[in-house]
């Protein structure tokens, strides 16, 4: 017996295991996308959470509005975008989409998008679960799979009355959709479960396996004897009958059902008036540094004299240090830091040195494509902004590819 | 049906070594299925607990702490229970079995299997389903989600261990009904399927890898090995066929023994 | 329960023979170990082959629905048929693997789908195969042959999934005005309970583009699925065959 004793023991040990506190640590999941899927694939710029708050009660509402631009750097080895679907990443159904709005329009489905174009996005969520987590908004690319924008803490705290989703059906009739209908599905789930129960419960009263025997003897007949099978046709009766009341309860219950509805288009482009083109000259990594450094020539089409502001990448703002707020989080150094007058091409130099590179694991050294790629912003002093796209493959000097391997290793040892 | 009860008027004595061994099997049985059970339901409730606090990074530190550490201690935990377990079913009766213990015998073969099944049901049926339902709420980022180290790593090796255990008891104690002639088939294919739904999750990460796995898609060529394992599950009905002949077979020997 | 004669007979022919069959504690174990072994290989089959079309309500459509569920389904209630009749002459085998498969579904629906991830359960309630499963049987009982149960049975299965799923999703094909467009109940929720990695796109379903005659666009389906489920009714027959009876007393020989 001392073996099932041990055995119990381990038993205890798994239920206590689990019943140890849940760590502080929270976290969400967008780190484990390889680098250069959030690099080159999409950039999300303008987003904004209204309200701009962190504490929130079940069934209240946040709207996520941004844009988000399809690059023109769209890494090859990922399936051409042509199909996608804007959506939010939280915890599953912690939060529902109320509404999703795309440059302008209502958009019930997914949309179909294309390289190098502009989305401009509103999405209507309301807090359904209790719990701290994040939220994102996020666009899914056929084959691509998701990608993620910039996330929002928020804390929901449980409201006192029960939660509720009421929706209008077009029968006028107002029903809770947490709950709908589940009354009818559960009660024909078990009315035929019941008779399918029934009918193995027929069988299996009697000796099960003996029958094995009589089968190696050929005596069939007394295995399913006359009674049994009047018992089918019984059995089969009542199923017929089941099988047409469903189908009238269905039809008088619910009449002027409609299948599923897709509702797929491509979203009328935004207005974009660009006065400004860029072309990369180099671009470097320096991984023990932690710093990217781009090389842009800038030419200035427009009539007023323009500045750099901001280069977006993935999810990450990088402002020009000398216009961030002390609550910025990520800055880079724009060198000559001077206007850029109407028709003047300018070469500037971009140094964005930040911890998030390796933190975000967004380029990691030893990976097949380490390039950067991005959204490079320019103001002029009239409020007029313009973007374009940059991108190219960073250059990395081997020694400290070397150096930093090095380090890993040491640290694995 | 009063047939059961008849019977056990009919025995005749000197039964009583067949009651201990059907005994010790409806035992074997009990605690095998309760502990399967709760083993598993621990699992559940770990994943009710620390999956949304911590389970929803790779690259965070309470990732390593509460789910890398829980494949560990499954690992671990299996290992034990094999190393614990196995000695004692490989052991070898002492005499040749009559055919009342030998009848005992097949109850206690059947008692592993059914404990097998139970660890089939968290390993094809409960834990994999959930799967679909925790890919819902992070994009995929680890071979090791909170489900993934359950399903995978716990259930899947869960069944391995349980298979070869119901395997080393017929060798050691009925190898002439299953091993008479060489190989059974029926425990080969049993066998297969284990170890191939095991080595399917290779093929499944792979998959998922591709272009092809991105979005959470059930019906989808990367995991049909897993299916076409899970048919070769169909041959426990050959053992337990196999071991229903032989109970006829004792019933008859049994027969002429009481004649004689 | 009262017995026939000849029945009596043989059971006390059986008596003779193997008292040990008749100890009813073997029973109570094989049950116990086909139950979830079958909740086990009927789920897992299922799931990968045609699960995704029984996760989500706006995924059960008219087109792809009524198809791949009842065809995919069938594989293991026609495999567990035939080793139910075949070894024990026991008429239950495809009504025992669609019951398992709903027992297993709903534990699942409502300890991870909605108990882990939250899900409303109107949202993930699985489907029904039931009533066909026990025509199935009937008819095989009946017969005695696999060709007539693979002509009326195999194809009732296809034929009548659409109805016998009728009642449960009737309630989510209700229209509902939705920002500005009709979408169907089922729609809604897609929409609104959020899934990470299922985005609308990747559903299949039934998008306008299939032309019916007359618009009878179930009855297509079902007759499609009908003609279908033989070979998936013949593809379980051959794992019920070759993977669980013919092994039976069979060996590799040992060098």
């Given at each position: 017996m001392s073996i099932y004793k041990r055995f119990s023991l381990l038993g205890v040990l798994f239920i206590l295991m689990s019943v140890l506190t849940a760590p502080i640590a929270e976290a969400h999941g967008e780190n484990g996308l390889p680098g250069f899927l959030r690099l080159r694939t999409v950039t999300f710029f303008d987003v904004n959470f209204t309200p701009n708050q962190e504490q929130f009660k079940q069934g209240d509402e946040m709207t996520i509005t941004g844009k988000l631009k399809i690059l023109e750097s769209w890494p090859t080895n990922v399936a051409e975008p042509k199909v996608a679907y804007i959506s939010v990443d939280a915890p599953g159904p912690a939060v529902l989409v109320k509404e999703r709005w795309v440059n302008g329009e209502f958009t019930p489905g997914s949309i179909f998008v294309e390289k190098g174009k502009v989305y401009d996005f509103k999405v209507k969520v309301t807090f359904r679960k209790e719990g701290r987590y994040h939220v994102h908004p996020s666009l899914l690319v056929e084959h691509a799979g998701p990608l993620i924008g910039p996330g929002h803490w928020v804390d929901v705290k449980a409201s006192t009355t029960p939660f509720t989703n009421p929706i209008t059906l077009i029968n006028g009739k107002t029903v809770d959709?947490?709950?709908?209908g589940l009354g009818t599905v559960v009660g024909w789930h078990l009315i035929f479960f019941a008779i399918g129960a029934i009918w193995l419960v027929y069988w299996l009263v009697r000796p099960v396996l003996a029958r094995m025997l009589l089968v190696e003897q050929g005596k069939f007949s007394e295995l399913v004897s006359k009674r049994d099978k009047i018992a089918g046709a019984v059995i089969a009766v009542v199923v017929a009958m089941t099988l047409f009341g469903g189908y009238t309860y269905a039809k008088t219950a619910f009449p002027g059902g409609i299948p599923q509805q897709v509702y797929r288009f491509a979203p009328e482009d935004l207005k974009l008036n660009h006065f400004v083109t860029y072309k990369v000259e180099s671009a470097t990594y320096g991984p023990t540094t932690q710093t990217v450094v781009m090389k842009v020539l800038i030419t200035n089409h427009g009539s007023d004299p323009v500045r750099v502001t901001q280069f977006s990448t993935a999810y990450i703002d990088f402002v020009n240090k000398a216009l961030a707020k002390p609550d910025t989080e990520h800055v880079m150094t724009v060198s000559p830091d001077a206007r850029i007058t109407p028709g003047e091409t300018k070469s500037v130099e971009l140094t964005l040195q930040d911890e998030i590179w390796q933190k975000a694991n967004l380029l990691p050294i030893e990976e097949a494509q380490i390039s950067m790629a991005g959204l490079l912003f320019v103001q002029d002093d009239k409020g007029n902004r313009d973007f374009g796209t940059i991108a190219a493959p960073l250059k990395t000097d081997y020694q400290t590819i070397l150096e930093v391997l090095k380090k890993k290793e040491e640290f694995i040892r | 049906m009063s047939a059961p009860s008849q019977a056990t008027e009919a025995l005749p004595k000197g039964d009583a070594a067949r009651e201990r061994e059907m005994k010790s099997a409806m035992r074997l049985w009990a605690f095998g299925a309760v502990f399967v059970a709760i083993a598993f339901s621990a699992l559940r409730v770990y994943q009710q607990v620390f999956a949304f606090s911590a389970g929803m990074d790779s690259t965070d530190p309470a990732y390593k702490k509460y789910w890398t550490m829980l494949l560990f201690v499954e690992f671990i935990a299996l290992a034990i229970i094999a190393v614990l377990w196995y000695p004692r079913l490989m052991k070898k009766p002492k005499e040749a079995p009559t055919p009342q213990i030998e009848s005992g015998y097949i109850m206690k073969l059947w008692a592993l299997l059914a404990i097998f099944t139970l660890t089939v049901f968290f390993q094809a049926s409960f834990f994999a389903e959930q799967d679909a339902a925790w890919h819902q709420t992070v994009v995929r980022d680890t071979a090791f989600t909170p489900s993934h180290t359950v399903l995978f790593y716990g259930a899947f090796p869960a069944a391995i261990l349980t298979m070869l255990a119901t395997f080393l008891y017929a060798r050691s104690h009925l190898p002439h009904v299953f091993f008479s002639r060489g190989f059974p088939v029926a425990f080969a294919l049993m066998i297969a399927g284990v170890v191939a739904e095991m080595s399917w999750v290779a093929m499944n990460e792979w998959w998922h890898s591709g272009p092809y796995g991105t979005e959470e898609f059930f019906s989808t060529p990367g995991h049909w090995g897993f299916v076409t394992n899970a048919f070769l599950y169909a041959a426990i009905f050959s053992v337990w066929g196999m071991s229903a002949k032989r109970l006829i077979e004792l019933g008859r020997s049994d027969k002429e023994a009481d004649a004689a | 329960m009262g017995m026939p004669e000849q029945a009596q007979k043989s059971q006390q022919l059986v008596r003779q023979r193997s008292r040990f069959l008749l100890d009813r504690r073997y029973d109570a174990i094989f049950v116990f170990g086909v139950l979830f072994i079958v909740i086990g290989a009927a789920h897992v089959v299922f799931m990968l082959l045609a699960g995704d079309w029984d996760f989500w309500t706006d995924w059960k459509d008219r087109q792809w629905w009524p198809l791949m569920v009842p065809v995919m389904g069938l594989i293991v209630p026609s495999a567990l048929q035939y080793i139910a009749w075949t070894l024990l002459r026991l008429p239950i085998g495809a009504t025992l693997a669609a019951v398992c498969l709903v027992i297993g579904e709903w534990v699942n629906r409502f300890f991870?789908?909605?108990?882990?991830?939250?899900?409303p359960l109107n949202f993930v309630w699985p489907s029904t195969m039931v009533p066909t499963a026990i025509l199935l049987d009937v008819i095989l009982m009946w017969t005695n042959s696999w060709l007539l149960t693979t002509l009326f049975g195999a194809s009732l299965w296809g034929l009548l999934f659409g109805v016998e799923n009728m009642p449960l999703i009737a309630p989510f094909r209700i229209p509902v005005e939705y920002g500005g467009y009709v979408l169907s109940t089922a729609d809604v929720q897609g929409f609104q309970y959020l899934r990470t990695t299922t985005p609308e796109y990747i559903r299949i379903v039934e998008q306008g583009n299939f032309r019916a005659f007359l618009q009878q666009f179930s009855t297509v389906t079902a007759v499609a699925a009908a003609v279908i489920s033989f070979a998936s009714y013949w593809f379980g027959q051959l794992i019920g065959r070759v993977l669980a009876v013919l092994p039976i007393g069979k060996f590799m020989k040992q060098t």
């Open positions: 959709l947490e709950k709908y | - | 991870n789908f909605h108990g882990w991830t939250d899900f």
